[in-house]
C-alpha cells in the first residue's frame, strides 16, 4: 500500500516548515496565470473570539480552534502538561460528548477529529461533509467550553503520553534534537523536554488549571474553510463561540540573553548521549531571532543556501553528494512570535563521526565570515520567490496564513511584502547576520556508541548524558 | 488492497468543482468526465486533470519497477537506480562529457574489479592499491561534474517537493512547478529518461548504505519490519528490502543497475500524471514533443517465482535495545480477487476510527495497548499480500498478553458483523473519500499510483463501488479462511536490556 515501504530519495527528518506567505504573486513566466485567491472574512464573537474565514468550492466543513498554548509555554516542571491535556480532551470528550460517545459520533458521521499540542498552540480540527454543520459545531464548542476533564480520562491518557515519551527515543534523532533545545533554551520552551516522571506527575488540577488559564475567547483563534456561504457560518459561530470565556491574552517569554550565554558556555563542549548504534546522530544550533525581527530576511537567505535548499545546498552538498557521508544531512531555522531557533544536523556511521562534524560547523560558520557569491543569493532569491505561489495553494492554506499573522502580530501587508523584503537582501546583509547568529558558538550533540568519547575528544570537551 | 488512507484523500480534491452537498457518486462522474487519458504511440500513458485556483502543476512520472522485480543478484537495484537517476545526463551535470567519459569507463573497470576482489579474496593485497586508484580516480573525474543538475533548475524555477520514491511495486520521481513551466519540465525529464548517466555511482552507493543504517540498522521497528516480510515471503522477491541486504548494497554492480535500467524502465511501464492548472490540449502536445520519441522497448518477463503455500505460523522475536512492538499478517490474495476488498472493510472495521474495534477495545477498555492499527495490502499488492495488525503494549502489560487479546477480536470476526457497523465503515470510507482533502500532488500520486500499478486509474472508481457490495457474510467467510493461526506470520520486537519484553 502506498503509504508504507516507499523509500525517498530525499527524506528531511524535521521539516522546516515555512509560516509566512507572501502576497498575490502570480507564477514567472511570459505564460504566468493569474492567481485568484478566495478572499478571507474575519468576524468577532460576543466574547471576544476572532474568526477566519475562507471559502471552498470543496463540499466541506473544516473548524479550527487554535488555542495560544504549547511547549514554549512551559518549562522544565511542566514540560508536556500541553501534550496531556490535549489527549485528555481527545479521550475524555466533552460533557455533551463524554469519552467513546464522541469518537462513535464523530466516525459516524465520518469526521475527521484532532486535538493535539505543538510549540504554540493547542489545536481542536474538525472536518465534516456540509450536511454535518450542526453537529461540527455543537462538538467543536462543547470541546471548547465543556470538556470532560475527569480522573479516568487523565489517567489514561498519561499512560499513553508517557509511552509516547519512552518511544520517541528510540529514535536517535528525536534524543538528538530534544536533547540540543533542552541545552540551548535551559529546559524551557524550545528546550521544555517532557519526562515519564513528569508527565505521571501531573495532576488533575494542574491539567484543569491549564485549561482554565489558556482556553480563554482572548487567547484562541478560530478558522473556518467551508463551501457554506459565509452569512450561514457567522450565525453559527455567533451562536456556538458566544459563550466561551473570555479569558486573557497568554504569552510566553524567552530570556535571550540568558539563551545566549548558555549557548556561549557549552559552545566548546560536545554533548554524546550514549547509544549502540552503528549510525550517529549530530546535531547542532543555537537561538535565533523572533519572526518579526527584520533580520529573518537575511538569515532566510542564509539558510536556504546553507541547508534548505534541497540537494544544492552547502551541507547536502558538501556532506552527502560530494563525498557519500551522509543520507540525512539540512538545516533549519524556525522563527516563532517570541524566540527562533536555528539547527543543523547529519547522521553518518560511527567512523565518520570526527569528518563530518567539522564539515558541519565549518560551513555554518562559513556563512558568517564569507560573503555569498553573487550567483547563490540569486538563486536563493529566485528559488524563494518562484515557489511562493505554492503557500497559498488551498484554502486551508491560506487560512494558516491568516491565522498565524494574526497569532504572530505581524502586520497586514506582511504576505504582500515579503518577497520584496527578501529581494532587497544584500549579500553583505546574509554575511553580517550569519555573523551575528554564530558569534556566540553552537551547542552540539551526538547520539551514537559511547567509544565516540574517544574520537570526539580532540574537537572538544566530551560530555556525557545520561 | 490500498486505499483506504489513499483514495480517500484523492477524492476530496477532486471535487474541487463539484456543488456543494454532492456525494460520492458526484465524485466518480466528475472525475469520469475531467480526467484525460492519452496513449502515446511508443506506450506511455498520459494521465491529466485540470483543477484548482491556484496556477500550479504537480508531476508524477512512475514505472511499475520495484524491488519486486529483482532477483537476490540484484536486490537494491531499483532504489539504487532511482538514486542515481538525480545524476544527470551526457548534456545535463558535466562541463565536458567527452572527458569526463573516459573517467567514467576507469572508474567503473576500478569498481567492479574491487568491489569482486573483497567478495573473492579479501585479504588481497591489490584492494588498498585499488582502493586508493579509486579515488585518485574520482578525484579527477569530480573536474568535470556539475552535481544536483536538476535540482538547481528546478528550485530556480519555483519547483517545490522534487523527489522520487521506491517502493516494491513502483517508482516514482515528482515535483510541483509553476503552471508556466510545463515544457521546462517536460524537456529534463524526457532527456533525464533517454540519456541517464550515472556518475559518482560508488559515492551514492555509501550514501544509500547510510540510509540503511538510519532506516533498518540502527531502528528497531525498521529491521523489525525487514525480517517480518522476510520470513513472510519465502521464495518470491517481496522478501528482498526496497533498500537491499546490508551485505549486498557494498557490492551492487553499477553494471546490473545500467542494465536494470535498460530492461526495466521501458515505455509501455510509464505513466505521466500531470495534475493542475492546465490546458490540456497544450499540454498532450508538449508531452508528444518531448516524450513521444523515446523508443519503445520489449517488455521482460514477469516474476514467475510464486510463494509457496504456508502451512503452519511463522514466528520470530528481534532483540533490539527499543520498546516492544508486535506484528501480526496472514497471507491472502491481492487483487483482482473479490477477497481483496473484504480485506478493506475488515480494516475499517478493525481500526477505522476511534471507535473503531482494536482501539476500543484494546487501548480504551483493556487498556493493555498504547496503539493499534490495521492494514490490508502489505509490503505491495502485486501480488499475494499481507493483512496485518500492529500495536504496542502499554508498559503493564507483555507482548503476548497483547497478542492474544488481538486474537479475541480476530476472532471475533468469525462471529457476525452488525449490519449498523457495516453501514457506519462504509459511511466513513465515502466521507473520507470526499474530506481527505488532498492538494495537486496527492492527487497525482493516487492517479499515478493506479494506472501504474492496476493498469487502470479508474480502479480507483470501481473501489467504493465494491467496497458497497461487500456483506457481512463476506468478512466472516474471510476471516475463517484466512485470519487462522497456520496462515499466520508473528514478529516481535523486545529489547534484551528488558527482560526481553517480560515486563
Not at chain 1, 560558520?365 to 555569498?372: A, V
Request: hydrophobic fraction near 40%; glycine fraction near 8%.
Amino acid at each position: 500500500m502506498r503509504r508504507m515501504m516507499k523509500l525517498r530519495f530525499f527524506c528531511p527528518l524535521i521539516c522546516a516548515a515555512w509560516i509566512a506567505l507572501p502576497g498575490i504573486t502570480a507564477a514567472s513566466g511570459a505564460d504566468a496565470l493569474p492567481v485568484d485567491l478566495p478572499p478571507v472574512r474575519t468576524l468577532q464573537t460576543s466574547c471576544g473570539a476572532k474568526v477566519f474565514f475562507v471559502g471552498d468550492e470543496l463540499p466541506q466543513l473544516t473548524i479550527v480552534a487554535s488555542v495560544g498554548y504549547g511547549r514554549l509555554h512551559e518549562n522544565s516542571e511542566s514540560a508536556g502538561l500541553c501534550d496531556l491535556l490535549a489527549r485528555t480532551i481527545s479521550l475524555g470528550g466533552s460533557k455533551r460528548y463524554p469519552g467513546m460517545k464522541l469518537h462513535e459520533r464523530v466516525d459516524s458521521i465520518g469526521g475527521m477529529l484532532s486535538v493535539s499540542s505543538s510549540f504554540e498552540r493547542t489545536v481542536i480540527s474538525l472536518s465534516v461533509l456540509p450536511r454535518f454543520r450542526e453537529e461540527a459545531f455543537s462538538i467543536v464548542s462543547s470541546l471548547l467550553t465543556e470538556p470532560n476533564l475527569d480522573e479516568e480520562y487523565l489517567l489514561m491518557a498519561r499512560s499513553l503520553v508517557a509511552d509516547e515519551i519512552r518511544r520517541r527515543y528510540d529514535n536517535p534523532s528525536n534524543i538528538a534534537f530534544d536533547r540540543t533545545m533542552g541545552i540551548i533554551f535551559e529546559g524551557k520552551g524550545y528546550g521544555a523536554i517532557p519526562t515519564v516522571e513528569k508527565m505521571n506527575s501531573f495532576t488533575l488540577k494542574m491539567v484543569r488549571d491549564a485549561w482554565t488559564k489558556y482556553f480563554g475567547a482572548r487567547n484562541m483563534l478560530i478558522g473556518v474553510s467551508s463551501s457554506i456561504p459565509y452569512e450561514q457560518i457567522r450565525k453559527d459561530c455567533e451562536r456556538h463561540f458566544s459563550s466561551l470565556a473570555p479569558g486573557e491574552k497568554m504569552d510566553y517569554s524567552v530570556d535571550a540573553a540568558s539563551v545566549a550565554a548558555t549557548v556561549r558556555r557549552n559552545s566548546r563542549k560536545i554533548f554524546l548521549f550514549p547509544k549502540d548504534i552503528p549510525q550517529a546522530t549530530i546535531v547542532v544550533g543555537t537561538l535565533a531571532p523572533d519572526i518579526r525581527d527584520d533580520r529573518c530576511y537575511p538569515l532566510a537567505l542564509m539558510n536556504f543556501v546553507l541547508g534548505e535548499g534541497s540537494f544544492n545546498s552547502r551541507l547536502m552538498r558538501e556532506i552527502r553528494v560530494k563525498r557519500g557521508m551522509a543520507y540525512a544531512v539540512s538545516s533549519v531555522i524556525r522563527f516563532r512570535r517570541n524566540t527562533g531557533v536555528f539547527l543543523a544536523y547529519a547522521q553518518t556511521k560511527i567512523e565518520n563521526v570526527a569528518m563530518v562534524l567539522p564539515l558541519l560547523k565549518g560551513n555554518i560558520t562559513g556563512m558568517g565570515r564569507d560573503r555569498l557569491p553573487r550567483q547563490d543569493i540569486g538563486w536563493a532569491k529566485r528559488s524563494i520567490s518562484n515557489s511562493y505561489i505554492f503557500r497559498f495553494e488551498t484554502p486551508m492554506d491560506i487560512l494558516g496564513n491568516y491565522l498565524e499573522r494574526e497569532y504572530c502580530g505581524l502586520p497586514e501587508d506582511y504576505y504582500e511584502r515579503y518577497l520584496s523584503r527578501i529581494n532587497d537582501v544584500t549579500d553583505g546583509d546574509v554575511m553580517r547576520e550569519s555573523e551575528r547568529l554564530f558569534r556566540g558558538g553552537l551547542v552540539t550533540c551526538v547520539v551514537g556508541r559511547e567509544d565516540l568519547r574517544e574520537t570526539l575528544k580532540d574537537q572538544g570537551e566530551v560530555v556525557l548524558l545520561k | 488492497m490500498r486505499l483506504n488512507t489513499v483514495i480517500i484523500t484523492i477524492a476530496a480534491l477532486l471535487c474541487a468543482f463539484v456543488p456543494a452537498g454532492a456525494d460520492t457518486g458526484d465524485l466518480e462522474g466528475y472525475l469520469k468526465k475531467h480526467v484525460v487519458t492519452r496513449k502515446l504511440p511508443n506506450g506511455i500513458t498520459l494521465i491529466m486533470l485540470n483543477r484548482g485556483f491556484a496556477p500550479t502543476l504537480a508531476f508524477e512520472l512512475a514505472f511499475r519497477v520495484g524491488s519486486a522485480d529483482e532477483s537476490y543478484r540484484t536486490a537494491g537495484a531499483a532504489h539504487m537506480l532511482e538514486h542515481m537517476l538525480f545524476k544527470g545526463t551526457d548534456k545535463l551535470g558535466t562541463n565536458d562529457y567527452r572527458k569526463e567519459k573516459m573517467y567514467l569507463k576507469k572508474i567503473e573497470e576500478t569498481g567492479e574489479r574491487l568491489d569482486r576482489l573483497k567478495l573473492t579474496d579479501p585479504r588481497s593485497d591489490e584492494i588498498p592499491r585499488l582502493k586508493a586508484r579509486l579515488k585518485k580516480l574520482q578525484g579527477e573525474h569530480s573536474r568535470y561534474v556539475v552535481r544536483s543538475p536538476y535540482d538547481k533548475v528546478y528550485t530556480e524555477n519555483g519547483g517545490v517537493g522534487f523527489n522520487a520514491s521506491t517502493s516494491r511495486d513502483m517508482t516514482g520521481y515528482y515535483i510541483e512547478l509553476p503552471s508556466s513551466k510545463l515544457q521546462l519540465w517536460a524537456e529534463i525529464e524526457s532527456e533525464r529518461l533517454r540519456r541517464p548517466v550515472l556518475r559518482e555511482y560508488y559515492i551514492e552507493r555509501e550514501n544509500v548504505m547510510e540510509e540503511r543504517l538510519m532506516r533498518t540498522d540502527s531502528s528497531g521497528i525498521g529491521a523489525l519490519y525487514e525480517r517480518f516480510i522476510a520470513t513472510a515471503f519465502m521464495s518470491h522477491p517481496y522478501r528482498h528490502p526496497v533498500i537491499g541486504w546490508g551485505s549486498n548494497i557494498p557490492y551492487l554492480s553499477l553494471r546490473d543497475v545500467e542494465n536494470f535500467y535498460w530492461t526495466r524502465y521501458i515505455p509501455s511501464r510509464m505513466t505521466i500524471t500531470v495534475v493542475g492548472r492546465q490546458d490540456t490540449d497544450r499540454t498532450v502536445k508538449v508531452i508528444r514533443k518531448y516524450f513521444g520519441p523515446i523508443k519503445s522497448r520489449p517488455a521482460p518477463p514477469e516474476n514467475t517465482v510464486a510463494e509457496a503455500p504456508i502451512t503452519g505460523e511463522r514466528r520470530f522475536v528481534y532483540y533490539f535495545q527499543s520498546n516492544p512492538y508486535l506484528l501480526i499478517g496472514w497471507i491472502k490474495p491481492a487483487f483482482p480477487d473479490p477477497v481483496d476488498y473484504t480485506f478493506e472493510m475488515i480494516q475499517e472495521v478493525l481500526s477505522g476510527g476511534k471507535s473503531s474495534r482494536l482501539y476500543r477495545s484494546l487501548v480504551v477498555e483493556k487498556k493493555i495497548a498504547s496503539s493499534v492499527s490495521a492494514w490490508n495490502g502489505f509490503p505491495g499488492v502485486r501480488d499475494k499480500n499481507l493483512f496485518v495488525v500492529a500495536a504496542t503494549p502499554q508498559p503493564s502489560h507483555t507482548l503476548e498478553e497483547l497478542e492474544g487479546e488481538i486474537y479475541r477480536e480476530m476472532d471475533r470476526l468469525k462471529e457476525d458483523v452488525a449490519a449498523e457497523e457495516m453501514e457506519s465503515a462504509r459511511n466513513r470510507m465515502e466521507s473520507r473519500f470526499v474530506l481527505g482533502l488532498a492538494d495537486n500532488e496527492e492527487v497525482a500520486g493516487l492517479l499515478s499510483y493506479f494506472q501504474t500499478v492496476y493498469g487502470d486509474w479508474q480502479e480507483l472508481l470501481r473501489y467504493m463501488e465494491q467496497i458497497r457490495r461487500v456483506t457481512p457474510a463476506d468478512m466472516k467467510a474471510a476471516a475463517e479462511r484466512y485470519l487462522h493461526d497456520r496462515n499466520r506470520v508473528v514478529g516481535m520486537l523486545k529489547d534484551p536490556g528488558e527482560g526481553g519484553g517480560d515486563r
